[in-house]
């Protein structure tokens, strides 16, 4: 196995306060970094001080975007120890992005163990107050300079920690999300199940079409009738309709997040009917008009569980549940983030200390 070099900052970082906790604006003392050259494969494991990277302009990341990213969570137990939320099913993930996008894979053990490494080496930074978390973001980068398209020769993997609050401005709080009509994320047998930059960048045009209306992202309907739901691309969703719970089927252009499965297993643990299924928008505005829409939400790793209070579509504002948080809202936050953070029992055996 590749050995993880080491080497320590000379000094190291004020660390934020609680309150000053975003998504991803601080970044930690150190970062793990490891190399990929054609005809050698993966080497040079090391972690170093958080520092700029030195690329060449043509390398083909920048102008092909060949590149793939995760994101993970590590927390703070009462006891002071940290715990990661089952980061075997990022890694497998990461190299199903790979895959996609022609990267070599990688070995998952020594990303994880990469990973731990570098957690314990920056535990400091493992924020413990209620809502934040350590986010940790591997990513892998195409390095060669080259402007043929084709899959790079050599790669950067690269993992980097920033301790964060809450992914969005209303906290855990209800969010309005806006139902995209114009613009299309992802087509099965696209990069739609890829964790890759350009279907992030791609969505960019939508959701800043609506921001300034308080939306504070788009619903992404499915690429070919804009019909049946997708994601919100920052989260996958769920509606609670006449007490059944639906998620859309992973059908290739749905990210499978690692909370969204998670989130299927608890309600089924708990005896709630859910069901992976196609859903139309249609459906959706159908069961708000009759009474029966009682509860939407969406899941991700840097969303957590974020209630849906309104929806828009079609020049109409679907108010769910009074844009209160509902119950199973609610009861999915606090047994989720508790099993997170050791608070709660693990009957599935998800968290691993570090
Ligand atoms: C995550 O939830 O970790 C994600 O990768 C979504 C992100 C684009 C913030």
């Known amino acids: 196995m590749n050995e993880i070099k080491v080497t320590l900052a000379d ?42 990277l030195v690329l060449d302009p043509a390398a083909i990341v920048f102008h092909y975007g060949q590149t793939v990213f995760e994101g993970m969570k590590a927390y703070e137990t009462p006891e002071g120890k940290v715990r ?35 957690i ?23 390095t060669e300079p080259y402007l043929g398209v084709a899959p790079s020769k050599n790669y950067q993997f690269i993992v980097i ?38 279907n992030y960048a791609s969505s960019l045009k939508a959701q800043e079409l609506v921001a300034d209306k308080g939306y504070a992202q788009v619903l992404w309907l499915d690429g070919l009738e804009k019909k049946y739901i997708e994601e919100v691309g920052s989260m996958n969703v769920f509606f609670k309709i006449d007490g059944e719970i639906i998620t859309p089927a992973l059908n290739g252009s749905i990210l499978e997040g690692v909370t969204r499965n998670s989130v299927i297993s608890l309600l089924k ?8 299924r196609k859903i139309t928008m249609d459906e959706v505005y159908q069961a708000h008009k009759n009474g029966t829409l009682e ?32 119950f199973v809202s ?25």
């Open 295 to 326: 509860e939407a939400f969406g899941s991700g790793t840097a969303a957590v569980i974020s209630p849906i209070g309104e929806l828009a579509w079609r020049g109409e504002n679907i108010v769910i549940n009074e844009s209160k948080t509902g």
């Open 120 to 142: 314990s080496i920056d535990k400091e930074w493992v924020p413990s107050a209620e809502g934040t978390s350590l986010y940790i973001r591997p990513f892998v980068i195409s």
């Open 161 to 198: 920690l920033a301790p964060v609050g809450a992914y969005y401005k209303e906290g855990i709080n209800p969010v309005k999300i806006a139902v995209e009509n114009q613009f299309v994320r992802a087509v099965a047998g696209g990069t739609g199940e890829a964790k890759t930059a350009g």
């Open 84 to 118: 990661l939320f089952r980061p075997e099913k990022n890694m497998q993930r990461l190299n199903k992005s790979n895959d996609r996008l022609c990267i070599p894979q990688i070995d998952e053990k020594l990303a994880l163990s990469a990973i731990k490494k570098l």
């Open 11 to 52: 000094q190291l970082k004020q660390k934020p306060l609680a309150e000053q906790l975003e998504f991803g604006r601080i970044f930690t003392d150190h970062m793990f970094i490891m190399d990929y050259t054609a005809g050698k494969g993966w080497h040079d494991a090391r972690i170093i001080p958080y520092q700029p």
């Open 269 to 276: 643990h708990w005896g709630y009917p859910v069901n992976e």
């Open 330 to 354: 609610k009861q999915l936050y606090g047994i989720l983030t508790g099993i997170q953070t050791g608070k709660e029992e693990d009957p599935f055996n998800w968290t691993v200390e570090i």
